[in-house]
């Protein structure tokens, strides 16, 4: 069974600071990995999305990387800012499957 | 661009009672998922249908059903509803095995 661990729980840093935010699978078997945010009792937005074949994605100030044989993927949040505040989840889709698993999340909180 | 769209947002039932959440996926995604998220944990996995047919199946309850019609519009139908089955419902679509899925802004659902 897929499980999703993100490390750490909750993170709370001062603004300015770069992050990385860790996630780990179980099963290599994945189609992709996506990032999500989500603030208080809110929707899920995508952040990223990385397929299997893919080693990084970026966008903005955001940058993921995927390292599918260790089950690892890390997101790395330049220059953080008190917007950036918020849940991030990540996700993996399984291979021969119609599902996405999620992590339980990192909340973080960027004090200006 | 057209999003993925849930109604009702709010929605409070007694105990007991039934209690029908309606998703429309974005135009020609064929893929409707939809999950449930408890307060304070991450959204778990209920069921898919890609094509109008059963893809995947989660941990759904018996007391759920749900399908997806001829428009591809999804309805999650939930019955003998109980204290714990208080949640934000999303839905997400997709198209085809893309496994790039995008989410609706979620149901709440209380119930009393």
């Known amino acids: 069974k897929q499980e999703v661990t993100q490390i750490p729980a909750a993170l709370s840093v001062p603004e300015g600071e770069n992050l990385v935010l860790n996630c780990s699978f179980t099963d290599s078997a994945i189609y992709n990995l996506q990032w999500f945010r989500q603030d208080p009792g809110k929707g899920l937005t995508s952040l990223l999305l990385i397929q299997s074949s893919q080693r990084e994605q970026t966008s903005g100030r955001l940058n993921a990387s995927l390292d599918k044989s260790s089950g690892r993927s890390t997101l790395y949040i330049a220059a953080s800012q008190p917007g950036d505040s918020a849940t991030y989840l990540c996700a993996v889709f399984l291979d021969s499957s119609y599902k996405l698993i999620f992590g339980s999340g990192t909340r973080l909180l960027v004090r200006p | ?112």
């Open chain 2, 1 to 112: 661009a057209a999003g993925v769209i849930q109604s009702p947002r709010h929605l409070i039932k007694e105990k007991r009672e039934t209690a029908t959440l309606k998703c429309y996926p974005i135009p020609r995604h064929d893929t409707v998922y939809w999950y449930q998220q408890g307060p304070g944990q991450d959204p778990q996995f209920l069921i898919s249908f890609y094509e109008k047919m059963q893809s995947d199946k989660g941990s759904i309850p018996d007391r759920f059903s749900a399908q997806q019609f001829s428009d591809y519009h999804s309805e999650l139908n939930m019955s003998s509803l109980e204290l714990g089955d208080s949640a934000l419902y999303f839905c997400a679509s997709s198209w085809g095995g893309t496994g790039e899925l995008f989410f609706g802004e979620g149901s709440r659902l209380t119930v009393l």
